[in-house]
């Protein structure tokens, strides 16, 4: 059974990095796409990045600062995070879906979701 684990928030302070790490299990990476969300408070949650086959693809939003990676041997995606902002304080989650391109970011085509983890970007 697919289940999806995040790890590697906290706080951190504005313009420093974090990489966020998900772990998944029951299925191979090939599987699936794996997608990273946020939901900061008050507003609805929002898709970041996917990865599937190693090819990754990203919100219209992002503007460099966010990687997405993946280890196909510790079955591990990775969203790395850079020059954090105080307004990138959410929860962050990742998810699976079997779609890939544009439509991987939609949320009416995940399959499974994390639990999430928070991260909260203050001095």
Do not use: H
């Not at 460099?64 to 196909?72: H, V, W």
């Not at 902002?85 to 989650?93: C, E, G, L, N, V």
Request: aromatic share 12%; net charge positive; charged share 15%.
């Amino acid at each position: 059974q697919l289940q999806l684990v995040e790890s590697g928030g906290g706080l951190v302070q504005p313009g420093g990095s974090l990489r966020l790490s998900c772990e998944v299990s029951g299925v191979t990476l090939d599987s699936y796409t794996i997608v990273w969300f946020r939901q900061a408070p008050g507003k609805e949650r929002e898709a970041i990045s996917c990865i599937r086959g190693g090819r990754p693809y990203y919100a219209s939003f992002v503007q460099g600062r966010f990687t997405i990676s993946r280890d196909n041997a510790k079955n591990m995606v990775y969203l790395q995070i850079d020059s954090l902002k105080p307004d990138d304080t959410a929860r962050y989650y990742c998810a699976a879906t079997t779609k890939f391109y544009s439509l991987c970011l939609t949320q009416t085509y995940i399959n499974s979701w994390g639990q999430g983890i928070q991260v909260t970007v203050s001095s």
